[in-house]
């Protein structure tokens, strides 16, 4: 049976969220660790910890040492990828993941992606979350992964380039360029703030093969990655199913 991945992304994605999401299936922080320390140009240190959002239990991955002060354009990042010491599947889908950010911010900006400088998306803790959760995913080794319609959030967002309106721009722009369905959130009143980030948004486009409900599955784990804030009556949590596909004859079992 192929194994296939369903990702529930009700309370949005971002870089941590995912992360945090595949160390709790049981993909060894180690495994995404080496990967980043192949690629970023100074120390970084990836942590994962137990938290609890809105009382379920969840995943934290922290990324530490990530301060600093380079902005760094889409070259300077794909000669750091291109330099690396990473097996080809890793290499290839984070390369595939910062392109796609960088085009989605050239159409906001009107600009050519070689432009682009990704300021905070650029920094040493995007990095770190693309190129860890593309090592992590990788480690996985699944045969389709889905997800559900996105959660984006709504009101605005502070940003490099200033006050943002959620979902930001090139959010928008990620999510339609990958024909993913996305949706405020409830009501909009307990979801505001930006749910779904650019380096999630752009994770979700680049690995993403279907999006959908749950597809039919034999779900052999479950995990949970946790974001950083905390949102009232909701697990601001991204779930990672991993299991099995389920074959057309397979025969479900009668309740006793």
Not at 7 to 12: I, K, M, R, T
Not at 195 to 205: E, K
């Amino acid at each position: 049976m192929a194994g296939i991945g369903w990702l529930d992304c009700g309370s949005g994605a971002s870089g941590d969220m995912m992360l945090g999401a595949l160390v709790a299936v049981g993909v060894p922080l180690e495994v995404m660790a080496a990967a980043v320390e192949a690629v970023a140009p100074e120390a970084v240190k990836l942590t994962a910890h137990q938290v609890i959002r809105n009382g379920q239990a969840a995943t934290q991955v922290r990324v530490d040492g990530t301060d600093s002060v380079h902005h760094r354009t889409w070259a300077d990042v794909r000669r750091l990828l291109d330099d690396a010491e990473l097996p080809k599947d890793i290499r290839v889908a984070a390369h595939d993941t910062f392109r796609r950010l960088a085009e989605a911010e050239a159409r906001v900006h009107a600009t050519a992606p070689e432009a682009i400088h990704f300021h905070e998306v650029g920094a040493l803790d995007a990095i770190a979350d693309i190129v860890g959760a593309s090592a992590g995913l990788a480690h996985l080794g699944l045969d389709g992964i889905y997800a559900s319609p996105v959660a984006v959030g709504s009101g605005t967002v502070s940003a490099a380039h200033g006050t943002l309106p959620v979902p930001p721009p090139a959010v928008v722009e990620l999510l339609a360029a990958a024909n993913a369905p996305s949706y405020a959130g409830d009501d909009g009143r307990s979801l505001v703030g930006e749910l779904c980030t650019p380096t999630g948004a752009a994770l979700l486009s680049t690995h993403v093969t279907s999006w959908t409900s749950q597809p039919p599955m034999r779900v052999v784990r479950q995990g949970f990655g946790a974001g950083t804030r905390e949102i009232a009556g909701r697990a601001n949590v991204l779930r990672l199913l991993v299991g099995e596909v389920v074959p057309a004859t397979y025969a479900v079992p009668h309740l006793a």
